[in-house]
């Protein structure tokens, strides 16, 4: 039984480095922070509390590769799992990089269908996606509206030539010239 004590003091240790880099991270001494959070990855490196925690300082940090590779490892380790997914998706939106969080949130709502918080991220990003800006000619609004009329045009002029009636009169006005 002495493996039992020895694994729960190991826990024990991966849990106050967990909580010591929290701790240091919140008062800004962001070196100390990764060195805690690296120790007990050291311990235990598919601890997901930790994976989660560092993922989240590196992405503060604005390095956001570095985070990227915690929740890569936490997808790898289980790929159903939708917090890795949400988190990859924050990284990419505050990154910049829109199109892949939106990607990622789906992948998230997949996994985890109601969940709130991803689904109000998705919309947000989703709607950052679309850039209203005034442009030469008017602004894209106004462009999206004009070709979305065109469109029920050409929709209701093809339902009116499909329909028997259009037919006749035209091969009868096609026949009589």
């Known amino acids: 039984m002495w493996w039992f004590k020895s694994k729960n ?7 106050e480095h967990l909580e010591r880099g929290l701790e240091f991270a919140r008062e800004g001494y962001f070196e100390e922070a990764e060195n805690e959070f690296t120790a007990s990855l050291e311990i235990a490196p598919d601890f997901k509390p930790t994976r989660l925690a560092f993922g989240a300082f590196l992405r503060d940090q604005e390095r956001y ?15 159903e799992d939708a917090e890795p997914f949400f ?3 924050e990284t990419y939106l505050q990154a ?3 199109d892949w969080a939106v990607a990622q949130y789906r992948q998230a709502l997949l996994r985890k269908p109601d969940d709130p918080q991803a689904q109000a991220r998705l919309n947000e990003a989703a709607a950052e996606q679309i850039d209203f800006s005034v442009g030469e000619g008017g602004s894209l609004r106004e462009h999206q509206v004009l070709a979305l009329a065109q469109f029920k045009q050409a929709k209701a002029q093809i339902k009116r030539q499909q329909s028997l009636g259009y037919r006749l009169r035209h091969l009868l006005t096609r026949r009589s010239t």
Do not use: C
């Not at 003091?9 to 849990?15: A, C, F, G, I, L």
């Not at 590769?65 to 790929?79: F, G, I, N, Q, W």
């Open 9 to 15: 003091k190991s826990r024990d240790m991966v849990r």
């Open 65 to 79: 590769e570095d985070a990227l590779v915690h929740y890569h490892h936490l997808m790898k380790l289980d790929p």
């Open 87 to 89: 988190q990859m998706g």
């Open 96 to 98: 910049g990089r829109r």
